[in-house]
């Protein structure tokens, strides 16, 4: 039977107008308010028959179900949630693991980006898509797509594909594609407001959007805008996070706040052997001007103890604006121009506690000779073998802190038309841009405090300057860091304090064309081709503050943590695809119907060579009632050009050094190629025991990320086999289940610092070794973190969704929804080993617990409608929880966290004589707090911050009106 083919907009009207529920895939949400239809006609009846395309296929079916697990997020779903952008209601999906970024608390981070990572393969590995079309990416990085940018008031659904689907969508499509549907048949006006803040009357939120639209005979316009604005929480207003809580050597420690950073503003001092205070370190008398050795004492961890948890924040301060402006022209009866433009402005900014100072991993010596120095001896990195350290926090430069202005474009524009009956084509053009500027405080120029602080004179004048008494150094002011607090002290340090800018731009366009329609007719039906060709540059360009550029150490003129290098590059791509829809069997005995597709897909890339991905997926529907499906797929990810082109460039990762504390309980020669000589540690005898006073041992150090290295592709496969049941006798019930599996080899991955220690610690042969860098003494001065092809990854699991819609009562209409994911498994290889990741949080990875689910429940009944959700993370384990598992195995013991839970209710009012609606909410109602997870084993806050809610119970509300 040949069908007749109209406007794909219409199908999709149709589908939103109906008021009962599908299941496409995994789960389809409920369908949401529509406007009753008009009677009819004979060419709209036609339409009822029109075909759409569903996430994960080209090939327009008549079919919603089909061999594709795809779950949908509607109009309806997403405003009963409470959230005011796109990232905080996507990081609930039970489909999201790992470590994706959660804007509001990535702390040390601050752009305001949300990202989405499906199935827990980094965000880089799942493909953002608007209307089917590729979304720009952040600054050409492999950190995915800013979800946040979208303006919420646009969105129609989200279809999100569990799926790898390269051969439809090309490279990144790994772990699947979230799908943004756009509005297109709105008239009128529309505003909101919105406000919100938690029960701690802190972390306001507001809102607004307001949105147009109109309709005509060849033709429709849609366009708006949205802003919404947070307002930052501080660590310290949260028992959870107020403190660095620690979990060493069997006790937990710093719940009072007397664990944290010997960095503290009145020093921690390492003096040589004999000293007269009979301690290894000293620290400032509390008062004392730190004039002479009478005002020190031994440091005394419980007591000076910098607490920088309470400087961090856990919701970091944002503001954003969206806009948009969508449309379609109808040129001829079988040819339309449409239109699409979106536009972002985010301005967002990170805080965290003061800047630390250590001189000898800072490079700057304090001289013996300088005028303050009481101690009489030199300290930092004078020799490999004599470095005194000298710890202290400029905490009268407040908060380090990176301000970002980012603004985002993306055109799209193009024609799409019929020919024949059954054919449907588009041409598009592609367009967007991103720029990015930043600025950074609380930093310091190294290069004149080296002077500040070296050899220093009292004159005859009675100026102290800086030099000698021969040698005056013009223009430098001597600093007294001895006493860092003093009036004049932040004088002189202001005169040193740097505040880099940097800024970026990256562009992608691109040019595809797609076709589809019926080849030849079958007894089945009509077989379905699909094929296109796409065209696609990218282009990234960053610049830094000459005081910012690393050198190959990653050194630079100031803090490491803020060194990085500017970056420029581009790469191209050229693109084929083509997919197959055969119908083999209809309306047979144990075949109502048999369908195959085949697709593949061929990418040619001017850095990184050819690749082809296949794909074959079957659906068989034995009963009208039940489908069986499968698909098997080939997929893969292009380096990003960061990836490629980015030099070396500072960081400050947290390890725990397993050389330090060293005693007769290792492999000798582990530790002479993991510490020793091999390192550059001249001065540590083989096998010998390292000082326990190296200020690595729980400290931050910073490792250089080199690219150039000759990247290939990340490749793999992904395999789905599910079944879908739609019971006859259980009217608006539906179930489906799906078994799937990924893996993949050659990843692209940047070298953990605590991956490669512990990886060269463990196994002498190991090429980590040679990322390790060492001073003569032991300490490590860097560790290099070059970006390689090394390792791979195996995933598998199950998927569970359920629908149910009651039959219509006097008491209203009630739905019910679960969605459910069990991680059977996570193996990931780095080149260190086989980590088993499955039901474990792991510092560099992220959670993987086995369960995730959410549960949900609308009711409506006239002007009232009210909502439940529940979010389900299952239990996990920390394997060597403790930190004192490194010095001693009595304490490499792995802690179990049980399954954590929130819940969040809503309910709103139509008032329907001046067509408004009032909705009130409550966010995370019995207000759980996060588990406390302990600050050495997680980046920030004592606790897992992308996966658990950090703020707590949270009220909202929200005005609709329409006109």
Known sequence: MTLKTTK??????????????????????????????APATDADQAKTLDRIEVTGSRIRRVDAENASPVVTIDRQAIEKTGKLTIGDLVQELP??????????????????????????????????????????????????????????????????????????????????????????????????????????????????????????????????????????????DRDYSKNAVYLYGGSIVGLNGSIGSGRNPRGRIYLPEGNSFGCGSVTLIPGATGSSTADYRCYAASADSYNYQRANLIQTPQERTNAFFLGNYQLTDDVSAFIEYYHNKTSANFGIAALPFDADSDGVVISKDNYYNPFGVNFGPVSDTDDNEFLTRFTSLGQRAAFFNTVTDQFVTGLEGFLGDTW???????????????????????????????????????VVKCGTAGNVIEGCTPLNIFNINDPQTIATLGQYTANPLSSQLYIMKSIEANASGELFDMPAGAAQLAFGAQWRKEYLRSDVDFITIADSSGQCFIAQEACGSPVSGSYTSNELYGELFLPLLKDVPFAKSLNVTLGTRYSDFDLFGNNTSSKLQVEWRPLDELLLRGTVAEVFRAPAIADVFAGPAGNAPQFVDPCVGYGATGSPLNHENACGAPTGATAIPAGGTQSTGLSQSTGVVSGSAYAGYQLKPEQGKSFDWGVVYDPNWLPGFSVSVDYWRIYLNDLITTIGAQTAVDACYADESSPFCGFIHRKGNGQVQYVSQPTVNLGRLDTKGWDLALRYKLPDTSWGSWSFGFDGTYIAQYDVDVGGGTVPLAGIFNKDFGNYSRVRGRLFANWNKGDWSASYRLRYVGGFTIASADGGCQNDPVFCYSKDYGSYITHGVSASYALPKINSTIELGVDNLTDKQPPMMFQNNVLNANTDVSTFDTIGRYFFGRYTVKF
Request: no cysteine.
């Open 95 to 236: 489909n999201i693991a790992g470590a994706a970024t959660n804007p509001t608390v990535n702390n040390g981070g601050g752009t305001g980006a949300s990202t989405v990572e499906l199935r827990g393969l980094g965000s880089q590995r799942t493909l953002v898509l608007i209307n089917g079309r590729r979304m720009l990416h952040i600054g050409g990085t492999d950190g995915g797509a800013d979800v946040n940018s979208i303006p919420a008031s646009a969105v129609e659904r989200i279809e999100v594909l569990t799926v790898g689907a390269s051969s439809v969508y090309g490279s990144d499509a790994v772990a699947g594609v979230v799908n943004f549907i756009m509005r297109k048949d709105f008239d009128g006006m529309q505003a909101s407001v919105d406000y919100g803040i938690s029960s701690r009357s802190d972390g306001q939120r507001t809102g607004g959007s307001f949105t147009f639209g109109q309709t005509g005979e060849k033709g429709n316009v849609i366009a708006g805008v949205n802003y919404n604005q947070f307002d930052g929480i501080s660590s310290a």
């Open 424 to 462: 449907k084509w588009d041409v598009a053009l592609n367009y967007g841009h991103q720029n990015q500027s930043s600025l950074t405080r609380g930093y310091v120029y190294y290069e004149g405090l080296r002077d500040a602080l070296g050899a220093s004179f009292m004159d005859t004048d009675g």
């Open 8 to 37: 794909l907009r219409d199908a999709i009207s149709l589908a939103l107008a109906v008021g009962v529920t599908t299941l496409a895939g995994t789960g389809v949400a409920f369908a949401q308010d529509a406007t009753t239809p």
